[in-house]
C-alpha cells in the first residue's frame, strides 16, 4: 500500500473553493497528528494546517477562516477544504504525519497541484 495518496487539487478561480483528499496507510496515519503542507514554485515546502487524533486543528495564519482540515480515522483519511482561494495559495499541496522539522520526513506522496488564477 503506498503510504501517503492526495487527490482533489486542480484549477480555480480566485474566490473558489476545493476539496483536497489524502489516503494513507494506517502505520502512517493511525494515531498521528496529521498535516496538510504545501510547495510554490520557488519556494520551501511549508506546513498549513494540521488536527491531532482527537480532532484538535490549527493553521497558519494566512489560511485561518479560508481553510478547513478535517480527519476520517476510520477510513485513514486527512481533509483540507479550501475556499475563498487566493492566487497565493497556488502549490503543490502534500500531506503527511506533522513535524516541527519538515525535513525530517523522510516519505512524501506525489501531491496534487492547486492553481489560482483566472
Known amino acids: 500500500q503506498v503510504p501517503l495518496v492526495e487527490s482533489g487539487g486542480g484549477l480555480v478561480q480566485p474566490g473558489g473553493s476545493l476539496r483536497l483528499s489524502c489516503a494513507a496507510s494506517g502505520d502512517v496515519f493511525s494515531g498521528f497528528t496529521m498535516a496538510w503542507y504545501r510547495q510554490a514554485p520557488g519556494k520551501q515546502r511549508e506546513l498549513v494546517a494540521t488536527?491531532?487524533?482527537?480532532?484538535?486543528?490549527n493553521y497558519v495564519t494566512s489560511v485561518k477562516g479560508r481553510f478547513t482540515i478535517s480527519r476520517d480515522n476510520a477510513k485513514n483519511t486527512v481533509y483540507l477544504q479550501m475556499s475563498s482561494l487566493k492566487p497565493d495559495d497556488t502549490a503543490v499541496y502534500y500531506c503527511?504525519?506533522?513535524?516541527?522539522?519538515?525535513?525530517?520526513?523522510?516519505?512524501w506522496g506525489q501531491g496534487t497541484q492547486v492553481t489560482v488564477s483566472s
Open positions: 503527511n504525519q506533522y513535524h516541527p522539522l519538515i525535513a525530517s520526513l523522510n516519505y
Open positions: 488536527i491531532t487524533n482527537g480532532g484538535t486543528t
